[in-house]
């Protein structure tokens, strides 16, 4: 058993640990709110856009736009959003499990990655980076976005980019996150379905003015934007989520050793007391006789 002043010692590291992971749970709880409140305020005017293009498809032939058109050949891109901090359970390692899963299946491939935990993960897995981008405000607005939209849409149109699909973790609730897979482009037929169950719709004549094709390229810029800053405000939401149920884990935890520890240091002070009063007592019976 160890003595009581390395227990000491050990009791007042758990406690110091335990007041760190406190603080860091009370900072990621107010970051937490602020993301679930700008991901889940955002989700109406996604869905819109998609229901919006979803009907505009419907009179119209999507495959005569470039950036629903099928390409037969080309690299087949991933987008990563991962965090740029650690400290958050499971979620980047479950990202880059699926990102493994991805990988298997296709032979020509890049990544592009946001946040610095993906960045050194495809480093360490020798993946071909396209592109990256770390150190995002932690309050994001969609101007962030448009490098990538833009990197996006240029590399399906002119770049060889036969595919360019978003792996992130979806956000449920607070306790709850789960890895999601979804093509950009070309618009899938994943995409429109989930459009089409958002909101129950009044089957109806439309008029479309100038015509459904031009509005359908008016439409695909802004649903491009908007699937991509839905798409990093789910990640955001879902890493301050998982970033302050994993310190309010810690802390429990903390407090739990310290208990431990506390009863271990009574005990190795018990045991040290008794032995002190055997040695007197021994002592106290040599010198009476």
Not at 132 to 150: G, H, K, M, R, Y
Not at 174 to 180: A, I, W
Not at 193 to 220: D, R
Not at 236 to 241: C, T, Y
Request: proline letters at 4%.
């Amino acid at each position: 058993m160890a003595n009581s002043r390395q227990i000491k010692r050990r009791i007042g590291t758990a406690a110091n640990i335990s007041k760190i992971t406190k603080a860091m749970e009370m900072v990621s709880a107010s970051k937490m709110r602020r993301a679930q409140q700008q991901a889940l305020a955002a989700r109406p005017y996604t869905r819109a856009i998609q229901n919006s293009l979803k009907k505009v498809a419907e009179y119209t032939d999507p495959s005569l736009h470039p950036l629903l058109a099928t390409h037969p050949s080309g690299k087949d891109v991933l987008i990563i959003f991962s965090t740029d901090r650690g400290l958050c359970g499971g979620l980047n390692t479950n990202l880059f499990k699926a990102t493994i899963q991805w990988t298997k299946y296709r032979d020509d491939y890049e990544v592009i990655v946001i946040g610095k935990k993906a960045v050194t993960f495809a480093k360490k897995m020798g993946l071909t980076i396209a592109a990256q981008f770390t150190d995002l405000p932690e309050v994001v607005s969609v101007a962030e976005i448009l490098p990538l939209a833009n990197l996006a849409t240029d590399g399906f149109l002119h770049k060889g980019f036969k595919s360019v699909w978003l792996l992130h973790m979806d956000f449920i609730n607070t306790l709850t996150q789960r890895v999601k897979l979804t093509q950009l482009l070309p618009l899938s037929a994943e995409m429109e379905e989930e459009a089409g169950v958002v909101s129950p719709e009044i089957h109806s004549e439309y008029t479309f003015e100038p015509n459904p094709q031009e509005i359908l390229g008016e439409l695909l810029p802004y649903y491009l934007e908007s699937s991509l800053y839905q798409t990093l405000l789910e990640a955001k939401a879902s890493e301050h989520s998982a970033r302050m149920v994993a310190m309010k884990n810690a802390s429990e935890n903390a407090k739990a050793l310290v208990g431990e520890l506390k009863l271990l240091f009574n005990k190795s002070r018990q045991a040290s007391i008794t032995s002190e009063l055997l040695d007197i007592t021994t002592a106290t019976l040599t010198v009476t006789q």
